[in-house]
T-cell receptor, first 116, second 115 residues
Framework: NAGVTQTPKFQVLKTGQSMTLQCAQD?????MYWYRQDPGMGLRLIYY???????DKGEVPNGYNVSRLNKREFSLRLESAAPSQTSVYFC???????????????FGDGTRLSIL | AQKVTQAQTEISVVEKEDVTLDCVYE???????LFWYKQPPSGELVFLIR??????QNEISGRYSWNFQKSTSSFNFTITASQVVDSAVYFC????????????FGTGTRLQVFP
């Protein structure tokens, strides 16, 4: 039972490079999320997708784009990476598909991204 | 505005001690959800509990227990007879019913349990 799978696990980029973080879940969840975790700041929501075909901004969306490719996959793209985007990125999906209130409960293992 | 405060940055205990992790939250809503997550040294986030604002009954799960008090806006987490495997960073989080896709996390408490 894979749960939420993120790739890659580690990545080093140079300033200005672009890359896409991939996330897939096999739990038939409707909602998926991207968070970033920075030292001393907990996790902050970047973008989320309440259902296939919809995406919305979270608390810190600047510098990122997302794509909900299908129900399973939700990708996060950095178009022009900046050192301030050095962080650990977590993808999550909610546990109660089809209900009014969806809460992220299942997280991937994270992607450690360093921007030089 | 919503806010979650975990004032304890780091706690160190010796194995078998009981330890309580504090969580204080702020919200204007009367309906909301509270969560605890565990992040072990391996880095993944493990969901521990979700509690809605209408359910103030304390919950116990093995060595873990949670005390929810709306009067003090607190949702504290106690580990009884701590073990080395409990060493992790623990996050408290809040979401409001009408902003259900957004979790507000506290800054976490790092718990170190020494043998």
């Amino acid at each position: 039972n894979a749960g939420v799978t993120q790739t890659p696990k580690f990545q080093v980029l140079k300033t200005g490079q672009s890359m896409t973080l991939q996330c897939a879940q096999d739990m038939n969840h409707n909602s998926m999320y991207w968070y970033r975790q920075d030292p001393g700041m907990g996790l902050r929501l970047i973008y989320y997708s309440a259902s296939e075909g919809t995406t919305d901004k979270g608390e810190v969306p600047n510098g990122y784009n997302v794509s909900r490719l299908n129900k399973r996959e939700f990708s996060l793209r950095l178009e022009s990476a900046a050192p301030s985007q050095t962080s650990v990125y977590f993808c999550a999906s909610s546990e109660e598909p089809g209900t009014v209130i969806n809460q992220p409960q299942h997280f991937g293992d994270g992607t450690r991204l360093s921007i030089l | 505005a919503q806010k979650v405060t975990q004032a304890q940055t780091e706690i160190s205990v010796v194995e078998k001690e009981d330890v309580t992790l504090d969580c204080v939250y702020e919200t204007r809503d009367t309906t909301y959800y509270l969560f605890w997550y565990k992040q072990p040294p391996s880095g993944e986030l493990v969901f521990l509990i979700r509690r809605n604002s209408f359910d103030e009954q304390n919950e116990i799960s093995g060595r873990y227990s949670w005390n929810f008090q709306k009067s003090t806006s607190s949702f504290n987490f106690t580990i009884t007879a701590s073990q080395v495997v409990d060493s992790a960073v623990y996050f408290c989080a809040l979401s409001e019913v009408y902003n259900t896709d957004k979790l507000i996390f506290g800054t976490g408490t790092r718990l170190q349990v020494f043998p």
